[in-house]
């Protein structure tokens, strides 16, 4: 599957803009402001039918307008027919955002659908430059990050969030009614708990299975971009293949999952699996209802939830430290894109993954460069942006990158033409 072509209609700065795409690699340069980001937002808002740069919508809504418009082409092997994909070749998906009240469309081959509809096309994964700052802001802001990718791969999970968001604002309310003294019904507070304690076992066991699953890969990713090698052959990680496993050099990631009701689980081990989930799931429930218990007191003092899946910390260590007390700036900027490379790895109920990487080789070195498009090679489809246009040389990449890595990867200049240079298509954005 890949976008054919985009149309925007009073799309932030572009009153009406139209672009053709190919398989592959597609580079979007042109000076700041000219809108580059805009279009990846575009492509992003069909898949999540929201913005990744404003938590209003309608903010992508040209200045002095009272709607947008945003329609793609998109060529894959099915299509949409009575509220369900078949096989076929070309679809054409659009999505309306107005400010007068009027009914906002969503539509797939000119028939009215639902968002939900929308969203099944494809699967966006964005890189953006301030990535990073999740990781060095709030640990609440890595969860919600990581949240917000989880529900795109397991979307079954999409509602068990929201009612976790309902029950939390709601047993809230009655923990500060006891707090001033009103007096509410223990009834209905033990309801709310036992709610809270059905949703955080079932969240947090789908986080640690995610972020297992994620790990190696993250691994992986990393040391092959930063040319680290294995500690015993001494070569790089093979990207092409499914080991995951490989002993890569003296940096080992891992993962911290900090819960009051799961202190000893380990990411890196057999302990968690998915034949084990309903498992884990039931040991987290007994292991919350015992902490409400020791808690609650104290909740209805202060008037707020102290214990829930809302409160799970996630801190990525490198040999046993958090990360960014090792990595050097440079270094954070690639071990967040590899992060957003795994994620953009893993796999999903038929829906293609594309790839969105704003302004990403202003954050990274000429070599990691290089390192990056091998690593993208076999994308169905691929959106970058930069400010001026991308291509790849085999003289360079010859000195950039050593000897052994060509020869590993069977780069001779007729393939590394083929497989790097061919694949890349640059579109000035004005």
Same mark, same amino acid.
């Given at each position: 599957?890949?976008?054919?072509?985009?149309?925007?209609?009073?799309?932030?700065?572009?009153?009406?803009?139209?672009?053709?795409?190919?398989?592959?690699?597609?580079?979007?340069?042109? *000076?700041?402001?000219?809108?580059?980001?805009?279009? =990846?937002?575009?492509?992003?808002?069909?898949?999540?039918?929201?913005?990744?740069?404003? +938590?209003?919508?309608?903010?992508?809504?040209?200045?002095?307008?009272?709607?947008?418009?945003?329609?793609?082409? /998109?060529?894959?092997?099915?299509?949409?027919?009575?509220?369900?994909?078949? *096989?076929?070749? !070309?679809? +054409?998906?659009?999505?309306?955002?107005?400010?007068?009240?009027?009914?906002?469309?969503?539509?797939?081959?000119?028939?009215?659908?639902?968002?939900?509809?929308?969203?099944?096309?494809?699967?966006?994964?964005?890189?953006?430059?301030?990535?990073?700052?999740?990781?060095?802001?709030?640990?609440?802001?890595?969860?919600?990050?990581?949240?917000?990718?989880?529900?795109?791969?397991?979307?079954?999970?999409?509602?068990?969030?929201?009612?976790?968001?309902?029950? =939390?604002? $709601?047993?809230?309310?009655?923990?500060?009614?006891?707090?001033?003294?009103?007096?509410?019904?223990? !009834?209905?507070?033990?309801?709310?708990?036992? $709610?809270?304690?059905?949703?955080?076992?079932?969240?947090?066991?789908?986080?640690?299975?995610?972020?297992?699953?994620?790990?190696?890969?993250?691994?992986?990713?990393?040391?092959?971009?930063?040319?680290?090698?294995?500690?015993?052959? $001494?070569?790089?990680?093979?990207?092409?293949?499914?080991?995951?496993?490989?002993? @890569?050099?003296?940096?080992?990631?891992?993962?911290?999952?900090?819960?009051?009701?799961?202190?000893?689980?380990?990411?890196? +081990?057999?302990?968690? +699996?998915?034949?084990?989930?309903?498992? @884990?799931?039931?040991?987290?429930? $007994?292991?919350?209802?015992?902490?409400?218990?020791?808690?609650?007191? *104290?909740?209805?003092?202060?008037?707020?939830?102290?214990?829930?899946?809302?409160?799970?910390?996630?801190?990525?260590?490198?040999?046993?430290?958090?990360?960014?007390?090792?990595?050097?700036?440079?270094?954070?900027?690639?071990?967040?894109?590899?992060?957003?490379?795994?994620?953009?790895?893993?796999?999903?109920?038929?829906?293609?993954? /594309?790839?969105?990487?704003?302004?990403?080789?202003?954050?990274?070195? !000429?070599?990691?460069?290089?390192?990056? @498009?091998? @690593?993208?090679?076999?994308?169905?489809?691929?959106? =970058?942006?930069?400010?001026?246009?991308? &291509?790849?040389?085999?003289?360079?990449?010859?000195?950039?990158? &050593?000897?052994?890595?060509?020869?590993?990867?069977?780069?001779?200049?007729?393939?590394?033409?083929?497989?790097?240079?061919?694949?890349?298509?640059?579109?000035? /954005?004005?």
């Amino acid at each position: 599957m890949f976008i054919n072509k985009i149309r925007l209609y009073n799309y932030r700065n572009f009153s009406d803009k139209e672009l053709f795409f190919k398989k592959g690699i597609n580079v979007l340069y042109g *000076n700041n402001g000219a809108g580059k980001t805009n279009i =990846l937002e575009a492509i992003n808002y069909i898949s999540q039918f929201s913005s990744f740069k404003s +938590s209003n919508r309608k903010d992508v809504i040209k200045l002095g307008n009272k709607y947008s418009f945003i329609q793609l082409e /998109i060529f894959q092997n099915k299509i949409f027919q009575n509220e369900k994909f078949i *096989n076929a070749a !070309e679809i +054409s998906a659009d999505a309306e955002i107005r400010t007068d009240g009027e009914l906002e469309k969503t539509r797939i081959n000119e028939k009215t659908v639902s968002k939900k509809s929308l969203k099944e096309l494809y699967r966006t994964v964005v890189y953006q430059p301030q990535t990073a700052n999740i990781i060095y802001n709030s640990a609440g802001n890595l969860r919600n990050f990581l949240d917000k990718e989880l529900i795109n791969i397991n979307n079954n999970l999409e509602e068990d969030f929201k009612k976790l968001k309902i029950c =939390l604002y $709601q047993r809230g309310l009655i923990l500060k009614a006891f707090d001033f003294q009103k007096n509410p019904s223990e !009834e209905i507070l033990q309801q709310f708990t036992n $709610q809270l304690t059905e949703l955080s076992a079932k969240i947090s066991i789908g986080r640690l299975l995610f972020l297992k699953n994620l790990l190696p890969s993250i691994n992986k990713i990393f040391c092959f971009l930063s040319g680290l090698k294995n500690k015993a052959t $001494q070569k790089e990680p093979n990207i092409t293949n499914n080991d995951l496993e490989e002993n @890569f050099s003296n940096i080992n990631i891992s993962i911290n999952y900090i819960s009051r009701y799961m202190p000893n689980l380990k990411l890196d +081990s057999s302990q968690i +699996s998915n034949e084990k989930k309903d498992l @884990f799931i039931n040991q987290a429930k $007994q292991n919350l209802r015992e902490c409400f218990m020791k808690v609650l007191l *104290n909740e209805k003092k202060i008037g707020q939830n102290l214990i829930g899946a809302h409160r799970d910390k996630i801190i990525f260590t490198i040999n046993y430290q958090p990360i960014e007390k090792i990595l050097s700036t440079g270094q954070m900027q690639i071990f967040c894109l590899s992060l957003i490379l795994a994620i953009s790895d893993m796999k999903t109920n038929d829906q293609q993954n /594309i790839l969105l990487l704003d302004d990403v080789l202003a954050q990274i070195d !000429e070599r990691t460069k290089y390192r990056l @498009f091998y @690593f993208l090679k076999n994308k169905e489809q691929v959106f =970058l942006t930069s400010t001026n246009e991308v &291509s790849m040389n085999y003289d360079v990449a010859k000195k950039l990158l &050593s000897g052994g890595f060509l020869k590993e990867n069977g780069l001779n200049k007729k393939v590394f033409k083929e497989i790097m240079e061919d694949k890349i298509y640059n579109y000035e /954005i004005k």
